[in-house]
């Protein structure tokens, strides 16, 4: 998936070393707001950071272990979305943010919903699993809406800006998606 439409206003891109001064700018931004549940911005310094970040991602996708996409709103960036994948196990993780002024629009959700299609469809993965912050209710409410199941709480393997935090696992199967219109 290199390229994606969302909506009308609203797609998905594969991130590129010319995007690392708009994902630095997007970070940098919002460093606080996402401070407060991921270690990342406080490793992010420069553009230089992001921009190491973008090509450690190009790497994993040409090994086919993983890939980042940029979330592009009105066309402006407004997060990231990513998937780790575990080729053996044919088993996948997303993980998201996004920044302050785009949150409340649907587009984690829209961008989840893509990339579990993607995940499913073209790269035949068994199951794909989303991480959270037990604490972090936003980012929670994203695999529940979309039918995972909560399978585990791993106590204390998180650490946020309040520090140590449960961690919430979720599945998703394969045969599990879509889920049955509700």
């Known amino acids: 998936m290199l390229r994606h439409a ?12 010319r995007h690392a001064p708009d994902l630095f700018e997007l970070i940098d931004r919002n460093r606080e707001h996402l401070r407060r549940w991921l270690a990342f911005p406080d ?11 973008i090509e450690s991602r190009l790497k994993a996708l040409a090994r086919g272990t993983g890939l980042a996409l940029g979330i592009w709103h009105e066309g402006r960036l407004a997060g990231v979305i990513g998937l780790r994948i575990h080729p053996i196990s044919r088993r996948g993780e997303i ?17 989840c919903r893509a990339l ?39 106590r204390e ?26």
Request: charged share 30%; glycine share 8%; proline share 6%.
């Open 6 to 17: 969302l909506d009308e206003r609203t797609e998905l891109k594969l991130l590129e070393p």
């Open 43 to 53: 490793y992010t310094k420069s553009v230089d950071d992001s921009r190491r970040f």
């Open 95 to 111: 993980g998201y943010w996004l920044g302050e002024a785009f949150q409340g629009k649907g587009l984690v959700t829209k961008a």
């Open 116 to 154: 579990i299609d993607h995940a499913f469809g073209e790269l035949k993965l068994h199951r794909v699993e989303i991480h959270c912050a037990a604490r972090n209710a936003r980012s929670r409410a994203v695999p529940e809406r979309l039918g995972f199941r909560q399978e585990a709480v791993l």
């Open 157 to 182: 393997a998180c650490w946020t800006a309040q520090g140590l935090d449960d961690l919430v696992i979720y599945g998703l199967l394969a045969r599990e998606w879509p889920p049955p219109p509700a």
